[in-house]
């Protein structure tokens, strides 16, 4: 929706449940074509050479019910909220950007050919395939895709083709000199192309792309609405920086400008998150309820008190055995004063000052950790929160004085509670200190809801609302520093983009500068054309021109690239057939002007 008032604009998110793919019928017209597949680590694009865009776009995704033996696999589309599938572990055929999981990538390729309109009673797939592949991708795993299509499915051909450079074809074709900026999922590239030919040795890969910019994105919407953390998921993220995040034309000058109000109420976007993801549960506002959330803060603070003891456990454990070590070197030395001097040179005045040391260290190991905590204060014991928040105060105080007493009388802070219990009053101090923190930060929370303004569903939804401010700049600069966004040990798409040229020549650098074409998913974000044409002008030197080229559709070209290549009529001169992979071995590719060079891999000599 959409006020007059721009300070009062709010955006909603829509259904982003997915949509199963519908099963094709399987035409006369589809025969003898070719199948062309995108297969992304973000998206997987599948269709037909005759199709004008690809019949399926779905998430390049697997999954099954956790525990369940014998149940569905759901692939793509078929996951209809991707949020709410915890209790289905999602598996993806990639590491980055390279296939290392064939048997998710047999999912995948299963619910291609079955919505396609094969029967899974046909005992092959008798049509080419065009597929894509990443840049310079190891012929181990490039096998892996061809033994599934060859040994599997018993396809006549395949031919694999670079997925930015067949993108670069489709918008440019039969182009000669250009640099390729490939913008993927989880990495991106640049690629110089040179006299038709693609130059592997001057090309460079960095391990980001737009998984990490909205992965960035919603990391700083948790920590600004920190009571939305659950309900800001991965899925939303990706929505918002599709929808709303932009490249910054001078990334420092324009959050600065967020300093000024006026600027930022024009510039400063609300999302309304669907209420039904983040209603609360009307059992919290009752007394009962309020237990039951005191009684989960309780655990929350027993286990990392728990992982807190272990720690100095094991500290203490090693410790011991230190000591151990020390005092069987000490007691082995028979010369009295060389004993003598050996413990002076470790640090300590006698024998029997190691001995209480190890006597010491011994009684902290075999401590018992009693995780419960006082009797006076146990849940149990209370029937609403207050006067069990007001027991914790008192018990706090009450340790609070104990502590500061031992301190003025120089005496070790004794046990709480009873012989048995086994922990100090200082730990069962801070125990006791983070529940009550804990559980005034719930009610706070709580009380906050449950006030006059929020009664009304104005107000409800006013609280569920995203603020994106400087955010939409932040998240996008992850391209250009990776290193200060996010703690990356690489350099910037810009410093890629500079260091690849430095390796040309100063004639090749002014071809490939003509034709700086950008594709990939993040390219699709406004802005970026011109903060690209800005940071690479200063690279180059004064008076020399240089263009940069975006691709018509930045998401689809790749497909659109390897359709035309299925259209072709060479391409059973360059796609590797049945014949060539039983003769040649399953790595073997044939070179092409948009695909990876063949390099055999090393015969393995076994002694």
Not at 400 to 421: C, F, K
Request: aromatic share 8%; charged share 25%.
């Amino acid at each position: 929706m959409e006020s007059n008032d721009r300070k009062l604009t709010v955006f909603e998110i829509p259904d982003l449940f997915k949509v199963p793919d519908p099963v094709f019928t399987y035409e006369e017209a589809c025969r003898d074509k070719t199948i062309v597949v995108d297969n992304g680590s973000y998206e997987c694009k599948a269709g037909w050479s005759f199709d004008t865009k690809p019949r399926m776009v779905f998430r390049n995704h697997s999954t099954k019910v956790r525990g369940q033996k014998g149940s569905d696999i759901y692939v793509g589309n078929d996951i209809a909220n991707y949020e709410a599938s915890g209790w289905m572990p999602m598996k993806s055929p990639f590491e980055k950007n390279i296939v290392t999981h064939p048997e998710i990538q047999e999912h995948i390729m299963d619910h291609i050919f079955t919505h396609l309109g094969f029967s899974s009673e046909q005992d092959k797939i008798d049509h080419p395939i065009v597929m894509t592949e990443p840049l310079c991708n190891p012929n181990y795993y490039r096998q892996f895709i061809a033994e599934l299509l060859f040994e599997c499915y018993d396809v006549p051909s395949v031919m694999f083709g670079i997925d930015s450079v067949l993108s670069l074809e489709y918008n440019i074709p039969d182009v000669q000199d250009a640099l390729v900026i490939g913008l993927g999922h989880s990495v991106s590239q640049v690629v110089p192309v040179l006299n038709g030919e693609i130059g592997f040795k001057q090309a460079r890969r960095v391990s980001y792309g737009g998984q990490n910019i909205s992965g960035y994105l919603q990391r700083l919407l948790q920590l600004k609405h920190p009571h939305l953390t659950v309900a800001i998921g991965a899925i939303k993220s990706e929505y918002l920086t599709h929808t709303y995040c932009r490249y910054a034309l001078d990334y420092e000058e324009q959050v600065l400008r967020f300093c000024d109000p006026v600027f930022a109420d024009e510039h400063t976007i609300r999302v309304q998150l669907p209420l039904n993801s983040v209603q609360t549960s009307t059992s919290a506002t009752t007394t009962s309820g309020k237990m039951d959330v005191c009684l989960a803060i309780v655990h929350r603070v027993e286990c990392v008190m728990s992982r807190r003891y272990k720690a100095k456990w094991i500290h203490s454990q090693e410790k011991l055995k230190q000591m151990l070590l020390i005092q069987e070197i000490v007691t082995a030395e028979e010369d009295s004063r060389m004993r003598a001097k050996l413990i002076t040179d470790l640090g300590f005045d006698s024998l029997d000052e190691i001995e209480a040391a190890i006597s010491e260290l011994q009684q902290k190991v075999d401590l018992v950790l009693q995780s419960e905590l006082p009797p006076e204060v146990e849940l149990c014991h209370f029937s609403d929160p207050d006067s069990w928040l007001a027991a914790l105060r008192r018990a706090r105080e009450d340790l609070t004085y104990r502590i500061s007493q031992a301190e003025l009388n120089n005496l070790p802070h004794q046990p709480s509670g009873e012989v048995g219990a086994r922990i100090s009053d200082v730990d069962m101090l801070d125990r006791i200190e983070l529940i009550i923190f804990e559980t005034e930060r719930e009610f706070k929370r709580s009380t906050v809801l449950n006030t006059d303004n929020l009664n009304s569903s104005a107000g409800i939804s006013q609280f569920y609302q995203l603020v994106l401010g400087t955010e939409r700049y932040r998240a996008p600069e992850v391209l250009f520093q990776p290193s200060a966004m996010l703690g990356l040990d690489q350099a910037g798409i810009v410093e890629t983009i500079d260091r690849v040229l430095q390796q040309l020549s100063p004639d090749e650098q002014n071809k490939v500068a003509e034709r700086i074409f950008v594709t990939g998913g993040p390219a699709t974000l406004p802005g970026l054309k011109e903060r690209l044409e800005r940071e690479i002008r200063a690279l180059r030197p004064f008076g020399i021109g240089f263009n940069v080229i975006m691709a018509k559709d930045a998401a689809l070209d790749a497909w659109n690239g390897a359709r035309m290549v299925a259209l072709n009529e060479s391409l059973k001169s360059i796609a590797v057939t049945k014949k060539d992979y039983d003769e040649l071995g399953p790595d073997y590719i044939k070179n092409y002007k948009c695909s990876n060079v063949y390099a055999p891999s090393p015969l393995v000599v076994r002694i």
